[in-house]
């Protein structure tokens, strides 16, 4: 389902690290409403993706490491717990700079 793959050849994912990674962040804003579009977009498709690899796998446990696509995990009718059991591990915070008494300090 990644159309920028299926128009460039190339993935989203690998692109926007790659950005980071130059430090090429000025219109980054304008590229993740973009993003956030697409995603919208391709909903419906996301969640019949889902419904099929859950009832193929029946995980226990379901964890998202792209927040964007939360709202597809959580309105996919076919999960396969009675009680959704997922979870969100945020991936994007390696800007975050530690406070002034953090233990997370090297101490060299």
């Not at 304008?30 to 697409?38: A, F, S």
Request: net charge positive; charged share 20%.
């Amino acid at each position: 389902m990644d159309v920028f793959r299926k128009v460039t050849g190339l993935r989203l994912e690998d692109c926007y690290n790659l950005l980071l990674n130059k430090g090429w962040t000025l219109g980054s804003p304008q590229l993740t409403r973009g993003m956030q579009w697409i995603i919208r977009l391709y909903h419906s498709r996301q969640v019949r993706v889902l419904e099929k690899v859950w009832r193929e796998r029946q995980p226990d446990l379901l964890v998202s490491l792209v927040p964007n696509l939360n709202r597809a995990i959580s309105t996919a009718p076919a999960t396969p717990f009675p009680e959704p059991r997922w979870l969100t591990i945020l991936t994007d915070i390696a800007d975050i700079r530690p406070t002034s008494g953090s233990s997370a300090r090297s101490s060299s």
